[in-house]
């Protein structure tokens, strides 16, 4: 496809505006995530982050500081492998957020969200569509994730459990996704999603309770943990998964969630429509 900018004529501008019934809306997202799963098809290699993250994450912090943390556990390694595999669940979301941010920044750049935009879709179906694909590359990070757990001696005790925390994984990652798309749409360049994302997540990620437990934190660090919605993320996913206490957790998840749809959402929806 040209990477040139396509200008919509009057009519289709008029098309575009005009507002589109909802059962138009949920048939231009489905037409959308066939187009998104086609080009994953046609392009493998899209999908090396979803399969390698879970891998090279669970192995790496499994074998080189499973020993070490494990034993402040009470339990050596395979306590630890009990311990972190929740967390990484609840991490994938976050990594898979930051995919569809440079994708979309990309999918601009070479020209086809102008196409896009010159048709007569909803202008939501065209981002509910990215969400709704990257959600499905998220949870088959998280079967390879649970796999290569399997392999590494992690004991599902609550399948329900499980179930539930992938849920609850889908929910915050999508919510997540609102954010990098509207970087995705204001930042220059795949490469500025990228280190942006880099630079926010990266704090997020180990400022929290996935990889370790918070109580051997010096207390500044400890009272960022506390507000970090990753380490309530993980807990809940924690206790759904293993046992313990979850309320608490679980609606400080589900409130972060709600919030960052409820104010990014409407952003990206609106950077979308406005951008030149």
């Known amino acids: 496809m040209s990477a040139a900018t396509v200008t919509p004529s009057p009519a289709a501008a008029k098309a575009v505006d005009s507002p589109i019934p909802l059962r138009a809306h949920l048939r231009h997202t489905g037409a959308l995530v066939r187009r998104n799963l086609l080009w994953i098809r046609q392009d493998p290699e899209s999908m090396f982050d979803a ?3 879970p891998v090279v994450f669970t192995l790496l912090f499994v074998y080189v500081f499973g020993g070490s943390i494990g ?3 009470g339990g050596g390694q395979q306590a630890y492998v009990q311990y972190v595999v929740p967390g990484l669940m609840a991490m994938m979301g976050m990594n898979m957020a930051q995919g569809v941010g440079t994708g979309f920044n990309q999918d601009f750049n070479s020209g086809v969200m102008d196409r896009f935009r010159s ?3 909803g202008r939501g179906s065209v981002l509910f569509a990215k969400i709704a694909v990257e959600l499905m590359r998220m949870l ?3 079967v390879v994730l649970l796999v290569v757990a399997l392999l590494v001696g992690f004991d599902i005790t609550d399948w329900a459990g499980l179930l539930a925390s992938i849920g609850l994984s889908a929910v915050f990652g999508s919510a997540l996704m609102w954010v990098f798309l509207t970087l995705g749409v204001v930042m220059k360049s795949a490469q500025s999603v990228q ?3 880099f630079l926010v ?4 990620q180990f400022g929290s309770s996935i990889f370790a437990p918070t109580s051997s934190m010096p207390g500044w660090l400890r009272a960022f943990t506390d507000y970090n919605p990753l380490s ?3 807990d ?3 206790g759904l998964m293993i046992g313990g206490p979850v309320a608490h957790d679980l609606w400080v998840t589900l409130g972060w969630s709600a919030a960052l749809t409820a104010v990014m959402a409407p952003v990206a929806v609106h950077k979308f429509r406005t951008k030149h």
């Not at 997540?201 to 997020?204: D, G, Q, S, V």
Request: positive net charge; glycine residues 4%.
């Open 51 to 53: 399969v390698l993250f």
């Open 71 to 73: 034993q402040s556990l």
């Open 119 to 121: 048709l007569p879709i």
């Open 140 to 142: 088959f990070a998280t």
């Open 195 to 197: 280190a942006m994302g």
């Open 201 to 204: 997540l990266m704090p997020l």
């Open 232 to 234: 309530a993320l993980a």
């Open 236 to 238: 809940a996913a924690r």
